[in-house]
């Protein structure tokens, strides 16, 4: 098959920018305008994950000064020389974070494309709020989607992590 | 090369997880198409390295051991078992359940199983996945090549120790002679696997193979049936894992999708020089009204697709919209009818009854809306020679279709399967394949598309709408003397879920490749829901033809379990309004026409643990979570059965209705499900906990919007599904293991027994029947306002 191809390669500016991920400081040449998330993507941080690019999902969610933030809505003016944690700053498979340990026990996900955001918004949850009610963990992850549906474990693991048990 | 450096790998770092030993293979096999790319896919099929010695050879060849199975050192003193299957895992934990299944056979560990999935150098056509088979079919051919392979291994063994097999025994790998106590290891017969012929029968789905050596009897498992815990959730949780999103080659591009302005809108111009400044920006490339650009990075890419200015002719106005969908399902002549269920006199029966009942259900366009919009990774060489990463349910059938697409022999195209997010059915990912192969050819280098939200969610394949009208008679006494059901539909195949010609893929078609039909596929009872068996009754299934017959964004095909919600949605929910005129409880009256013992049992399992009391009396609002009656609030309950290829599930629902907003919230949910033997308890508990969920969503929220041309529900807020606040404050899965039947399917049957069951609750609640899905609160509150 023969395509019609159009247009020319062309290259312009970039900034040097300052990216802080998991307490490691690097360099990187970025546009300013450039979401964090695909930044992210090309320096190996790839747990946060595109799901809809609008904002609309959470499986791109980082931390940043303490917040769930989504990182396809963050460009990179403004995150460049934060603090940014990601899925990979928290545990390893030898040692999990608590928070990855308690979805582990939950068996909580069926695919797991969308448990960066769970995972994050849980751990930024639970930073603010160690001891949060059945409606403060429904209401931190109203923003949330899981297309499988695993939200039943999702919510026994933080009920567990939280210390609360459905009445 | 490839498996002998990965085990080398593994070797030197023993410290490293499993999960990561496997991701690393899979970096391996990424990386060695860098290598020599002329000759990877050839070199790659060889597997020569393994068994050493082994013939090198250019496909898998199902009739040897060894194409299904290794068993090969690593970890020292240790061993693995290497397993090769077409079945993929696209979320539900069918590799853990998988690996349990050939431990089970072999005597190992489960953690000693690896798998090479759907990749077409190295592993058998199995089909890819579909119809909740993975279990029920895809591991016969394992479990039989696993006991095959613990039998050579002991036919080897007894070489070794000098006893009769019958005097061995096995545990972890360790073969002990019973008489002598002498032991061997497997680790120590590796090289007894070569060279061992299999009789093959069937082929996709129905491939199998049988040795001669007979797999063990279920009463003997000890490892099949008990709760592994998911070999894949620790590396995805600790980010440890790839996903077909992460997959990176040199040279690569990032590539997007420019769709048309509509259904058949046809490319006029296309002016790039706004995207010309974009720093990485490389091209815009088209073919008929295939538009796409590429870049060497993500956000060029992101950015010139918004930049580049493209001129399309009007799009043709051929869609009904969908407030009109389901009167142009009715209205249209059907391009083809047929009667799939045929007893008695229905219509004449109906004719002389006491009572007639009569109701029309209606289910809509939904979208697969995958987590993951989808991507997909394609290094398309200039003398054909072709390398597909992608996470679509069958990747021995997009080869067949690339092959086509590119024009060039069947060997010369690889395709590599890449966990991508749950796919559901035919969702686009072999589309976002498509568009690779296309931009990759078309740029000379490797490229990378990663669709846009509303690549996916409008342009995505649909699963179809259906309308199902049911008449029935009863006579004086409530009983059923005759019922008809006929249904309009769209086809469930017209883009065929097995894509293996090149007319499949949305991009080809846009292309210019004529579109390829699927195939006839009707809503159809009694397959579709459960066969009750009235004395009198037709079911005539019409399907009508699709808008448009290419590149349309209303193209229907499979979406978990196609036609099965829609056509279980309208049976079961009239199986209740029978009842009820019947005046009897819809438990009772189920079991009174369905004499089949397993779905009495799920559904009186289902009643036991959900507490359920007996309904037949006019209708009384239960009050079971203690709401003001006064109030908004009101509650009730209903129950739906749902029976697919064998397996059968009874879902109890209790929702809670506000009457003031319409908005429906289920509160608890009680499945009794029965799909045979159980593999694995807890990951079946789970895939059915979250089929629920997404059933939940499925009968609640999503409807594809459309106007005439295009369709309108393109991201999260248009395209709405359950989130947090929707969850049940109860979700009770009873499992009825069934150790004398095989293992049947378990992904799709539980999707069957929702809608109805929460339809009926909310007429339980309310008094108001509600016949189109999905039950929004703009539907709800217009039934109650009559």
């Known amino acids: 098959m023969d395509l019609c191809v159009t247009g020319q390669v062309s290259f312009a500016a970039m900034s040097r920018l300052s990216l802080k991920v998991n307490g490691k400081v690097r360099t990187v040449d970025a546009d300013p305008d450039c979401p964090l998330l695909y930044v992210l993507h090309d320096e190996e941080f790839r747990n946060p994950r595109f799901g809809c690019g609008l904002g609309q999902c959470g499986a791109c969610t980082v931390i940043i000064g303490g917040r769930a933030v989504r990182s396809c809505q963050t460009p990179m003016k403004t995150a460049a020389g934060k603090d940014i944690t990601t899925l990979e700053g928290l545990g390893t498979p030898g040692k999990p974070d608590r928070v990855q340990q308690a979805f582990i026990d939950a068996q909580a996900f069926q695919c797991g494309y969308c448990l960066n955001g769970w995972v994050m918004t849980t751990k930024a949850l639970l930073d603010s709020n160690p001891r949060p009610t059945e409606s403060q963990i429904r209401a931190a992850f109203e923003g949330l989607v899981c297309r499988c549906g695993s939200h039943v474990r999702i919510l026994d693991a933080v009920r567990q992590l939280a210390g609360t048990r459905q009445a | 090369m490839q498996f002998g450096s990965s085990l080398e790998q593994g070797r030197r770092d023993m410290e490293r997880s499993r999960r990561e030993f496997i991701r690393d293979a899979t970096g391996l096999v990424i990386g060695f198409s860098l290598i020599d790319t002329s000759l990877a896919p050839q070199v790659l099929a060889q597997r020569s390295t393994f068994p050493p010695g082994a013939p090198g050879r250019t496909v898998p060849a199902p009739d040897r051991l060894d194409g299904w199975l290794l068993i090969n050192p690593a970890y020292g003193p240790g061993y693995l078992v290497q397993v090769f299957t077409g079945k993929v895992e696209i979320g539900m934990g069918v590799e853990t359940a998988l690996a349990q299944i050939i431990a089970e056979e072999l005597d190992v560990p489960v953690d000693r199983v690896f798998f090479v999935m759907g990749d077409t150098a190295q592993t058998p056509d199995q089909g890819g996945v579909g119809g909740s088979t993975s279990i029920s079919q895809g591991a016969n051919p394992l479990r039989n090549a696993a006991a095959l392979a613990r039998a050579v291994l002991l036919r080897r063994a007894s070489e070794e120790l000098n006893v009769p097999v019958a005097d061995l025994s096995v545990r972890d790998g360790v073969v002990t002679a019973r008489t002598t106590n002498r032991t061997t290891s497997y680790s120590n017969l590796l090289t007894s696997l070569t060279d061992v012929p299999l009789r093959v029968t069937g082929q996709g789905f129905g491939l199998n193979v049988q040795g001669d050596a007979k797999p063990k009897s279920p009463a003997d498992y000890t490892l099949v049936g008990t709760a592994v815990p998911r070999v894949d959730l620790p590396p995805k949780l600790t980010g440890t894992f790839s996903y077909i999103t992460d997959v990176r080659i040199a040279g690569m591009l990032h590539g997007r999708v420019i769709r048309p302005a509509g259904v058949g809108a046809k490319l006029q111009r296309v002016d790039d020089s706004a995207a010309k400044s974009i720093a990485g920006y490389v091209r815009t490339v088209t073919k008929g009204d295939f538009v796409g650009v590429v870049a060497e990075n993500e956000w060029a890419a992101i950015k010139a697709a918004k930049a580049v ?67 997909a990774v394609a290094d398309v060489k200039a003398d054909g020679v072709t390398t597909v990463w992608s996470g679509a349910q069958k990747p021995h059938a997009m080869q067949r279709a690339f092959a086509e697409l590119l024009g060039v022999p069947l060997e010369r ?374």
């Open chain 2, 309 to 375: 200015k493209v001129t399309w002719s009007a799009p043709l106005t051929v869609f009904s919209t969908h407030e009109r969908l389901y009167d142009y399902l009715r209205t249209t002549p059907p391009k083809s009818s047929r009667d799939t269920l045929k007893r008695g006199e229905a219509a004449m029966a109906i004719a002389g009854a006491a009572k007639v009942v009569e109701a029309t259900y209606e289910f809509p366009f939904q979208s697969h809306a995958t987590m993951g919009p989808g991507c």
């Open chain 2, 413 to 786: 195209v690889r395709v590599v399967w890449v966990e991508d997010s749950g796919s559901y059915g035919r969702a686009g990912f072999e589309d976002v394949a498509c568009d690779a192969v296309l931009l990759s050819q078309a740029a000379g280098r490797p490229v990378r598309v990663q669709w846009m939200r509303d690549d996916m969610t409008a342009w995505g394949p649909k699963g179809p709408p259906v309308v199902s009208v049911m008449r029935a008679g009863l006579d004086a006494g409530g009983e059923v003397v005759g019922l008809e059901y006929t249904s309009y539909a769209f086809s469930g195949n017209e883009v065929n879920a097995v894509p293996q010609v090149a007319g499949n893929f949305l991009g080809a078609q846009l292309a210019g490749v004529p579109a390829v039909y699927g195939g006839d596929e009707f809503a159809e009872w009694s397959r579709m829901a459960p066969p009750y068996a009235f004395t009198n009754v037709l079911a005539r299934a019409h399907l009508i033809a699709g808008f448009h017959p290419t590149a349309s964004p209303l193209r229907s095909t499979h979406l978990r379990d196609p036609e099965g919600p829609a056509v279980s949605f309208a049976v079961e929910s009239f199986i209740d309004e029978l009842a009820r005129a019947a005046g009897a409880d819809p438990i009772e009256f189920r079991v009174k026409y369905y004499s089949e013992p397993r779905a009495k049992a799920v559904l009186e399992a289902a009643a036991e643990k959900a507490g359920w009391q007996r309904r037949g009396d006019p209708l009384v609002r239960r009050t079971t979570s203690g709401p003001d009656l006064n109030g908004p609030a009101v509650t009730g309950r209903g129950v739906s059965l749902g029976v697919r290829n064998g397996t059968y599930v009874a879902t109890i629902a209790d929702v809670e209705v506000n009457r003031r907003t319409g908005v429906v919230r289920v509160t608890r949910f009680v499945c009794a499900h029965d799909c045979g033997l159980v593999v694995n308890p807890d990951g079946l508990t789970r895939t059915i906990e979250a089929n629920l969920m997404q059933s939940i969503s499925r009968t609640l929220k999503e409807e594809t919007t459309f106007d005439r041309s295009r369709v309108t529900s393109v991201d999260w807020p248009t395209y709405g599904i359950v989130r947090a606040s929707d969850v049940p404050d109860a979700v009770d899965i009873v499992l009825v293991n069934r150790k004398d039947l095989p293992p049947g399917g378990a992904g799709e049957p539980s999707s069957r027994a929702i809608a109805a069951a929460i339809g009926s609750a909310i007429f339980d609640a309310t008094g108001v029947r509600l016949r189109r899905v999905p039950f929004t609160p703009a539907r709800v509150v217009a039934g109650l306002r009559g």
